[in-house]
């Protein structure tokens, strides 16, 4: 995987991988921006991971996470990743993230299931699990970027 500086508050995160096309990771850092993430996602799928530099485990995660945003099998989700240091508090609260890392599948606005700690395994089951209960493909929905 190739690195990437880290990208300015609220500006997308690319993630680059040497096997497949270049996705964003948004990082949305307030509540609007949150909303209009999720808008932007209409009936697809959004990822996201909640977690802090100085979190060890959180940053056990992101190399992980990054490889999760840019695998084909999972082009209908939408990933985000919101740093709760550089975030409005408002935003973590409004999401009831109270452990790090704390992933996120979330459509149309609703809260599809939350769980806490490092498990890319688990993150990808469930991100495939939900995508297809919800009927979505690479072919149906394309996010717009």
């Not at 100085?54 to 990933?79: I, M, N």
């Not at 996120?104 to 699990?129: A, C, P, Y």
Request: charged share 25%; glycine share 6%; aromatic share 6%.
């Amino acid at each position: 995987m190739a690195e990437t500086e880290p990208a300015p508050t609220g500006a997308p995160l690319a993630a680059a991988d040497d096997a497949g096309p270049s996705r964003e990771i948004r990082r949305p850092t307030t509540i609007a921006e949150w909303d209009e993430l999720a808008e932007e996602c209409h009936e697809g799928l959004l990822v996201a991971c909640f977690d802090a530099s100085w979190c060890a485990a959180s940053q056990r995660a992101r190399p992980g996470y990054a490889k999760l945003a840019v695998d084909p099998a999972l082009e209908y989700a939408t990933f985000a990743s919101v740093d709760v240091e550089e975030a409005d508090e408002l935003l973590v609260q409004a999401r009831n993230v109270e452990a790090l890392p704390t992933y996120q599948l979330v459509q149309n606005g609703r809260l599809l299931l939350q769980f806490t700690g490092s498990d890319d395994v688990k993150l990808k089951m469930e991100t495939i699990r939900f995508g297809r209960g919800l009927g979505l493909s690479t072919q149906k929905h394309r996010l717009a970027r």
